[in-house]
């Protein structure tokens, strides 16, 4: 067990790396000086925009920059927005949020994805399966920003049953609404996979095995079936928690939330490279950890799963 | 990060039995053939049976004939607008009615199947050639070139795939960029951050085959090593990304459609479902239309490929035949 965390931890860190290398790559690349579109309703002086340049270490080659960047990261130093916020300020503002928007529709996505996709494989092709398999089919195949723009104005507009947007605060309450907006694409995924393993398992030795031993029926379908369903599960949920990430950006944008999803749609608009490329890689790193903490917990639910 | 996506599990569940018996001499590789033809006959057999298969391939079939002639389901010009209708309700003149320019709404969700279908057609081949020839290499070699190409493809899927579309367009792309170059630029994003799991369940489905009796013959024969990659290993693999990759369609036209809604996919004069769905969203309140029928002809479009993967990957199961 130790090996295998040991050996997932050494590839993960090259993976981490280039992960965050290829996104700075890519930050760095957006077109236009960041400093000329600074100063109002005149034009910059070129003294400033030499001066900016300079401060931030722009007009250095691209990988010593990166390197410079890693070191400050690694020590902590986050630097500062180009107009002199410290970005680890602005992070400590949007982070809190949208970890609480990404919680609260990870907990909505289990509860029902769990109770609905475990009941399915259990009752397969009932009334419950069928109309989930078709319901969760359809709310699949909506964008996401149809489904915020309905839920927003049918709920909050019309019914008036929420706040359409969610006030600075955001108080708990106000990002239920996201929340489940977010969940609803990724959930079907999650209970398809559910009703598989259930159904799979249902036929398996392990369980025959279980009941012949005269566990009684609840033991062995909440713990020897559920151990087994358990890591597929939690492997998918671990991976769709990129399309969560990405979600949070027009989630964000259509509830006038302000967390990580906005702040970076709003620092590539502005031309913040150093934002962009920090609230990236903070959003890559916790993607990462999330996968790395999945396979360990899946390599410990599944010991077969450690020789992959 | 090793393990498989949902669709890309669900997909893996049916390469247990192998499609692709063992085989030797030539005789037996022609009898063989029909055999592998035959799980495709029986596949086409069930699915014809299929209600919900026939309807969204009729579905998918009257999309890609609007995408491709756009006029023999709408005349008029989709960007021709008369303010004098301006979001005007649906009447016999605009089926869907009028958006704020006074365009007809018909008219422009008509002509902009194109750009969601071009995406998601054109970034499923892209993934699945590129994921394929990867796959294959990776798993056929093994050693240090399979780590290599399974590390890019982690790091590479280690990046949230909607924050690098953002960046990548917003990069690459401004308001006077044409539009086919916008579309090109789209495509290759995805195909570039999307072949790495398409490459994931291609590596693990030539693992599992790659030590079948049947492969280690055609090599003690002497077969060249492509030989036995394409004509032995390979149409063993086809299931698998055929059934995940007609539940990706939906993925990519979604994820243009959510681009272009953010002003960073398609700008006018393209005509595109998430643009229009954009250019609608103010108008919520007092004219509904404007953002729905483009709404559900998103949704539908999605929902077909979806159903038709999912219809798929049943048929192909082998645990659902006799």
Request: positive net charge; contains cysteine.
């Amino acid at each position: 067990m130790l090996k295998f965390a040991g050996r997932r931890l050494l590839q993960f860190i090259p993976v981490l790396i280039g992960a965050t290398a290829i996104c700075w790559a890519l930050v760095w690349a957006l077109p236009g000086d960041p400093f000329r579109g600074r100063c109002g309703q005149v034009a910059c002086s070129d003294q400033y925009v030499a001066a900016m340049t300079q401060k931030y270490g722009l007009d250095r080659p691209l990988v010593v920059q990166y390197l410079v960047y890693l070191k400050n990261l690694l020590t902590g130093n986050l630097g500062q927005t180009f107009s002199g916020q410290d970005i680890s300020d602005v992070i400590s503002r949007a982070l809190p949020v949208t970890a609480r928007l990404a919680i609260i529709s990870i907990v909505i996505q289990v509860v029902l994805a769990a109770s609905i996709g475990i009941y399915s494989g259990l009752k397969q092709n009932g009334i419950v399966d069928v109309t989930a398999l078709f319901t969760s089919l359809i709310l699949f195949s909506l964008p996401i920003f149809v489904v915020a723009f309905v839920a927003q104005y049918v709920l909050g507009v019309k019914l008036g049953w929420v706040k359409p947007t969610v006030s600075p605060a955001a108080p708990t309450s106000e990002l239920i609404l996201p929340a489940a907006v977010l969940a609803i694409g990724i959930m079907a995924t999650l209970m398809r996979i559910l009703r598989a393993s259930v159904a799979e398992g249902l036929h398996s030795d392990y369980l025959r095995t279980a009941r012949s031993k005269g566990f009684k029926e609840s033991r062995v379908v909440g713990v020897h079936l559920m151990r087994n369903v358990m890591a597929p599960a939690l492997n998918v949920l671990g991976l769709e928690f990129a399309a969560l990430l990405g979600g949070t950006v027009i989630v964000e944008g259509i509830f006038n939330i302000k967390g990580v999803g906005g702040v970076i749609y709003k620092a590539i608009q502005d031309r913040e490279q150093l934002t962009v490329a920090t609230m990236v890689t903070v959003v890559i790193i916790f993607y990462l950890v999330i996968n790395l903490i999945v396979d360990i917990i899946c390599a410990m639910l599944d010991p077969r799963s450690r020789d992959v | 990060m090793s393990e498989p996506l949902a669709d890309e599990m669900a997909a893996e569940v049916e390469q247990d039995s192998p499609v692709h018996p063992a085989t030797v001499s030539r005789a037996e590789a022609e009898a063989n053939d029909t055999r592998s033809h035959g799980v495709w006959i029986d596949a086409w057999r069930i699915l014809r049976r299929k209600p919900l298969f026939v309807i969204s391939v009729s579905v998918i079939a009257i999309l890609t004939v609007m995408a491709i002639a756009p006029w023999l389901f709408a005349s008029g010009d989709p960007n021709k607008g008369d303010l004098a209708y301006s979001l005007k309700p649906p009447s016999p003149a605009g089926w869907f009615g009028f958006d704020i320019n006074g365009r007809n709404v018909y008219t422009r969700v008509i002509y902009g199947a194109r750009a969601s279908l071009t995406v998601g057609f054109a970034c499923t081949i892209g993934t699945a050639l590129i994921g394929i020839f990867f796959g294959s290499i990776a798993a056929y070699t093994g050693g240090a070139t399979d780590s290599v190409i399974s590390r890019i493809g982690d790091m590479l899927l280690g990046i949230p795939f909607a924050l690098a579309a953002i960046i990548v367009l917003s990069t690459l792309t401004t308001f006077d960029t044409p539009n086919w170059q916008v579309e090109i630029i789209l495509i290759m994003t995805i195909i570039v951050f999307g072949w790495p799991s398409i490459a994931r369940v291609l590596r693990s489905t030539v693992l599992v085959t790659r030590n079948a009796d049947y492969v280690v013959a055609g090599q003690a024969l002497g077969l060249s090593g492509s030989r036995v990659l394409f004509r032995h290993i390979l149409p063993n693999a086809v299931s698998p990304i055929l059934v995940l990759s007609t539940m990706r369609v939906g993925g990519y036209i979604a994820t243009e459609a959510s681009l272009s809604y953010l002003g960073l996919g398609l700008h006018p004069p393209a005509v595109s479902w998430g643009q229009m769905v954009s250019d609608g969203q103010p108008y919520l309140r007092t004219a509904f239309y404007v953002l729905l029928f483009p709404s559900i002809f998103l949704a539908i479009t999605i929902l077909a490929f979806v159903l038709a993967g999912e219809a798929l990957r049943e048929a192909l199961d082998p645990a659902n035949r006799k």
